[in-house]
């Protein structure tokens, strides 16, 4: 059962088995990886068992992601077997492989070499509550400035990924009227996901975390960098609890690439 690159055609098998996780990616998340980077897993009868994800940025690293295996087939290797083979393809690609690890991913990828970086919280909690002053609705003549700012907190430019965002949910995207700072969201299987969220000072991203949640209807998830307390304890006020941890961890690399005091919270563990 070795794993190989998986078809497009296979993308529904995907998406029931990080459904079967309990994950909250939907067919388009799975569509970034198999359009812009590589699928990877093992099919049984038809059906992906395991599988993980490679895509290449241009910041000189990789992410990998959508590391599962179905509960039955765990404890085989398979999990080991399939980074394995996305940390040869990004080798090939020249790329430091980066990813966000759960707590039972970081087991499996210590050994290979991975080195913790900073810690991530998943919050989970209520919507609502409008928008406050000062943020405003992002537009087209935004995403430029959103991009490059995203780049320099993230340290790779991502055009097509956010554009991707903007274009799934335009009514949750937002940028600061005065300064340099925006956040997008998407609807997630479960919930909305909030982020990236990018901002210069903490003030200015505290505004642009209320007008998301306060704009977004249903259950919202977010990745908050651990550094960022005085957030964390507002969304706890909000009624937010943890759902899970993440720690960022790349291969042979213990400094963090672009620039962590600006980013806030992540596109997600999926894409970073
Ligand atoms: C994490 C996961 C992908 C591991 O897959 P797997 O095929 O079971 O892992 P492997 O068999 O390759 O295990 C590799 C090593 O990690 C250890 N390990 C894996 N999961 C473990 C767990 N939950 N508890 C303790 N050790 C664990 C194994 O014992 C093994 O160690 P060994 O080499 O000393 O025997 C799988 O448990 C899974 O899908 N979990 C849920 C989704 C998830 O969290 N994915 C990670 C995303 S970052």
């Avoid at 990877?40 to 990789?62: C, K, N, Q, S």
């Avoid at 087939?73 to 759960?102: F, K, Y």
């Avoid at 909690?125 to 002053?133: I, N, R, T, Y």
Wanted: charged letters at 20%; a negative charge.
């Amino acid at each position: 059962m070795a794993p190989t690159e998986l078809d497009a055609a296979l993308l529904p098998g995907c998406l029931a088995l990080s459904a079967e996780a309990g994950w909250n990616q939907t067919a388009e998340d799975w569509s970034v990886f198999f359009g812009r980077g590589t699928v990877f897993g093992v099919v049984e009868d038809g059906r992906p068992v395991a599988t993980g994800a490679v895509l290449p940025y241009d910041g000189g690293f990789g992410w990998i992601s959508m590391v599962l295996v179905t509960p039955a087939r765990r404890g085989r290797r398979l999990g080991t077997r399939i980074l394995e083979i996305g940390l040869e393809e990004l080798a090939r690609l020249g790329r430091v492989p980066v990813l966000d690890a759960t707590p039972a991913g970081e087991r499996v990828y210590r050994p290979l070499g991975f080195r913790p970086q900073f810690g991530l919280t998943r919050w989970q909690g209520p919507s609502g509550g409008g928008v406050p002053a000062g943020v405003r609705a992002m537009s087209m003549h935004d995403v430029a400035a959103a991009v490059a700012a995203d780049a320099l907190a993230f340290g790779a430019e991502r055009a097509l990924l956010l554009g991707g965002f903007l274009g799934r949910a335009p009514e949750h995207a937002f940028v600061l009227e005065n300064g340099v700072g925006f956040v997008l969201a998407r609807p997630g299987r479960v919930a909305l996901q909030i982020g990236p969220l990018v901002a210069e000072r903490e003030e200015d991203a505290w505004l642009l975390l209320e007008a998301a949640v306060g704009r977004a209807t249903g259950p919202v998830f977010l990745d908050l960098a651990d550094r960022w307390e005085s957030l964390a304890a507002w969304l706890q006020e909000r009624g937010f609890v943890k759902q899970r941890s993440f720690l960022r961890m790349a291969h042979g690399r213990d400094t963090p690439f672009g620039d962590p005091s600006r980013l806030f919270v992540a596109a997600g563990p999926e894409f970073g």
